[in-house]
């Protein structure tokens, strides 16, 4: 629990994400950026702003680093489009566009080979990064605001407005296991670099 170091943003976080090899952190900020900085010395390497289209209040929110770490995912903004961007992760030059939810994407989760996304049209949406395309989602996968991919792309994790937590193979969407815990309720999930622990 020893603080090691403190990593001055820009603005206020709203969300953040590491590199897979630990060395970067990507962050969505209040400015309506996403931005790379180094975790030794806490250095700004890119910076990415989507701009609004209109006057109301605007910052990204969603972010998910890739586990190829080629791309970083971050969700438009309030005042913008509906589509999710795709960022080179060297770079944070805009390479690309999922287009397919009718309402804000919220919260992306990244897969090894795949990208799952959730937003405020009540939808969970898989996508090909590479391919930006979406794709069929596996049978058994409901929407939820509260859904997190394992790293390993194996399994997904979602909780239903019960409080229980699904656990569900993502190839074909077979339910593994639930957990339930009485009068707990969830607002995040996060799976362990190894897909072996969830918290």
């Given at each position: 629990?020893?603080?090691?170091?403190?990593?001055?943003?820009?603005?206020?976080?709203?969300?953040?994400?590491?590199?897979p090899d630990s060395r970067r952190i990507v962050t969505t900020e209040r400015d309506i950026a996403a931005r790379l900085y180094a975790v030794d010395s806490g250095e700004a390497i890119w910076s990415y702003e989507i701009q609004p289209t209109n006057k109301s209040?605007?910052?990204?929110?969603?972010?998910?680093?890739?586990?190829?770490a080629n791309f970083i995912a971050v969700g438009a903004p309030i005042g913008s489009d509906e589509s999710i961007r795709l960022l080179d992760a060297v770079t944070g030059k805009?390479?690309?566009?999922?287009?397919?939810?009718?309402?804000?994407?919220?919260?992306?989760?990244?897969?090894?080979?795949?990208?799952y996304s959730s937003g405020w049209d009540g939808a969970v949406r898989r996508w090909d990064v590479g391919d930006r395309r979406q794709l069929p989602l596996p049978e058994g996968i409901r929407a939820t605001e509260v859904v997190a991919a394992s790293p390993d792309?194996?399994?997904l994790a979602y909780s239903d407005d019960s409080g229980t937590i699904h656990l569900v193979r993502a190839k074909d969407g077979t339910e593994l296991r639930t957990v339930e815990l009485p009068g707990a309720a969830y607002s995040q999930l996060a799976f362990s670099p190894d897909s072996q622990q969830l918290a």
């Open positions: 629990g020893k603080e090691l170091r403190r990593l001055k943003l820009k603005s206020r976080l709203i969300r953040l994400a590491f590199s209040e605007s910052y990204l929110s969603a972010v998910a680093y890739c586990p190829d805009e390479v690309g566009k999922l287009v397919g939810h009718t309402w804000k994407p919220w919260s992306l989760a990244a897969g090894r080979s795949v990208l792309g194996q399994m």
